[in-house]
């Protein structure tokens, strides 16, 4: 048997799948510099990368993949348990000696003449009481540029894998990019991830949902710790105290914006500072403490281009200067740098689209999507180092302690601008009824308003009923758990406008919620939890009066009578695994709102 990992375990695994898929060649990624280059030239020379201008964007690339590949496919997501009842009705579900047997004929011969690509990757710091190790073989350079930059890579993963027999086997094939034949599954009970026939990065770097969510739920409710779709970020004081909140929103409800956050100048000039941990994924764990202590398992960043600029999100925008891959954005040919919608008002004269067509700016119409250069779901890689506000804590393994955990969602009229829930019962039961309008991340329709429990709808490895029974078990297990909020930022006015303006501005709600959480200021007991006092959230310098902030903050009785039927009917989607005191809590807030 030949080696390559010298840990014959893993070794035995790489040689049985690439008598599937048969490369011309297998290479072990070693996470050098020099291979990287390598690689990067090599793609350059194929066509799979262009070279940006390295005097503007030093280190950057572009990358475009096949138009038929751009988005996450849930459809074609599975998870694989031997019962199906494991799995859940909100997952798709296939037997897993069909689903191998299946995805082996897609896979035979699908790296003739290709290279395989031995990534040994760590999520977490390696050697962390947090950190697990996964092994992903592909055929695409592409993604094994893309996760040098999103997770931690190198011989010395090997290293802290001992004898590999805990570690998340990941395969990876390009094949055809066929979308009839294009499937994302899991195997939790094998520790196994196969994608195939598609190039687009949630699909296949297999760290990011595959791993870090889907199969790490499985392996934190098993274990005893949680694996969420939330964003970590720091708020320092003035006097220096830093307090951690994570916070939980579906894809586009602004959760770069929101981890990355510059405060408004009032507070600045205060002294306050934002610190981000982590943009996208939390693990957390009950520290020695009694407190929930969250790191980031992740090294980079995989967010949406358009909308990001030097208004709505200045720290991401400037931690894509440099050595940074994007996908699916426009190339101005003028500079030989990228451009994407809502990245500035100059639109490129010279360009060529996502798609490798010229563009023709004069045919733009921001309200068609069909005309813009850039992808609406197109992304950049960016290396977490490169973010101006990096929490210090970033590597630090035993991650950060948790003060408040925050819900959102987009909605226009039901939920205010902030609730806290009463205690960590009610708070499961908040997240449990997230709602938000569907958006280009996913792929299928625009606009529609659905369930999204804790932003983990599409990311639970197992059925959604459990997570929740999950939820409610790690409760018990806090001793001082955080507290458990939900906050919207887009309440719309009857013309349809967003009232509350977002962005930095956010900061005002966050610290009414850490003023909460350690006892400094009282709140309104409504029937769907606490809502503040208009006189504790600070609106100095907003263009906002106290009564617009007042309608902000109202409970609109009619429409939560009107979500109480579609909690219900959710509920039943769910099926019979959802508690007991889920039930109880829908029951008590139907109770109070009369």
Avoid at 362 to 387: E, G, L, Q, W
Avoid at 460 to 467: P, R, S, T
Avoid at 494 to 520: Q, S, T
Wanted: glycine share 8%.
């Amino acid at each position: 048997m030949k080696e390559i990992t010298k840990i014959p375990y893993i070794d035995e695994w790489i040689q049985e799948m690439a008598a599937m898929t048969q490369p011309d060649r297998i290479v072990l990624i070693d996470g050098t510099e020099a291979q990287a280059e390598d690689l990067r030239a090599q793609a350059v020379s194929t066509g799979e990368l262009t070279k940006l201008n390295q005097d503007l964007l030093p280190g950057c690339y572009l990358h475009r993949t096949a138009i038929n590949d751009v988005a996450r496919v849930e459809g074609r997501t599975f998870i694989c348990t031997s019962k199906k009842e494991d799995a859940g009705n909100i997952n798709n579900w296939m037997a897993p000696a069909e689903c191998y047997a299946k995805l082996s004929k897609l896979y035979t011969g699908s790296m003739k003449g290709r290279t395989m690509y031995v990534i040994p990757y760590s999520m977490g710091q390696v050697g962390s009481d947090f950190a697990k190790y996964g092994i992903e073989l592909t055929d695409s350079i592409y993604v094994v540029l893309n996760m040098l930059i999103m997770t931690r890579v190198g011989l010395h993963v090997l290293d802290a894998m001992g004898d590999g027999k805990g570690f998340i086997k990941g395969l990876h094939a390009r094949a055809d990019i066929d979308e009839e034949n294009r499937y994302i599954c899991h195997f939790p009970e094998d520790n196994t991830i196969w994608s195939v026939n598609s190039g687009y990065g949630g699909n296949v770097l297999l760290g990011k949902k595959c791993f870090a969510l889907r199969i790490a739920s499985y392996l934190g409710k098993k274990e005893g710790w949680m694996a969420e779709h939330m964003l970590i970020l720091g708020i320092e004081y003035p006097d220096g105290e830093i307090r951690y909140i994570s916070a939980a929103f579906p894809s586009a409800c602004g959760k770069t914006n929101l981890a990355m956050l510059i405060p408004p100048e009032v507070y600045k000039k205060a002294g306050y500072k934002v610190w981000c941990v982590g943009d996208d994924i939390a693990w957390l764990r009950v520290g020695k403490d009694g407190r929930l202590w969250a790191i980031n398992p992740e090294n980079g960043f995989f967010g949406v281009a358009p909308g990001t600029n030097e208004h709505s999100n200045p720290n991401a925008l400037h931690t894509t200067t440099k050595n940074t891959i994007f996908t699916n954005v426009a190339l101005d040919l003028d500079t030989n740098t990228v451009w994407w919608e809502g990245l500035n008002n100059d639109l490129p004269h010279n360009c060529i689209d996502w798609k490798g067509n010229v563009w023709d700016y004069t045919k733009f119409d921001k309200k068609d999507k069909s005309t813009c250069a850039a992808h609406p779901n197109s992304r950049f890689t960016a290396m977490a180092v490169n973010c101006p506000c990096l929490s210090s804590e970033f590597d630090n393994p035993a991650g950060v302690p948790i003060s408040a955990i925050v819900f959102g969602g987009r909605r226009a009229k039901t939920a205010p601008l902030v609730y806290q829930s009463f205690d960590w019962q009610h708070g499961t039961f908040v997240g449990s009824i997230m709602a938000s309008e569907t958006t280009a991340a996913a792929a299928g329709a625009v606009g529609v308003v659905r369930r999204d429990p804790m932003a983990m709808r599409p990311f639970v490895g197992y059925d959604m009923g459990d997570y929740w029974a999950h939820w409610l078990d790690m409760g018990k297990k806090i001793p001082n758990a955080p507290k458990i909020f939900h906050v919207n930022w887009f309440r719309t006015d009857d013309e349809g406008h967003f009232i509350w303006p977002g962005f930095g501005d956010n900061m005002r709600v966050l610290l009414w919620i850490l003023a909460r959480c350690e006892g400094k200021v009282e709140a309104k007991e409504t029937a769907i939890g606490y809502i503040p006092y208009a006189d504790d959230i600070n609106i100095e310098g907003l263009d906002i009066d106290k009564a617009v902030l007042e309608e902000l903050l109202t409970v609109d009785v009619a429409s939560w009578k009107t979500d109480i039927e579609n909690i219900k009917e959710f509920y039943a989607q769910v099926g019979e695994r959802v508690p007991a005191e889920l039930y109880t809590q829908l029951k008590a807030l139907e109770e109070r709102l009369g």
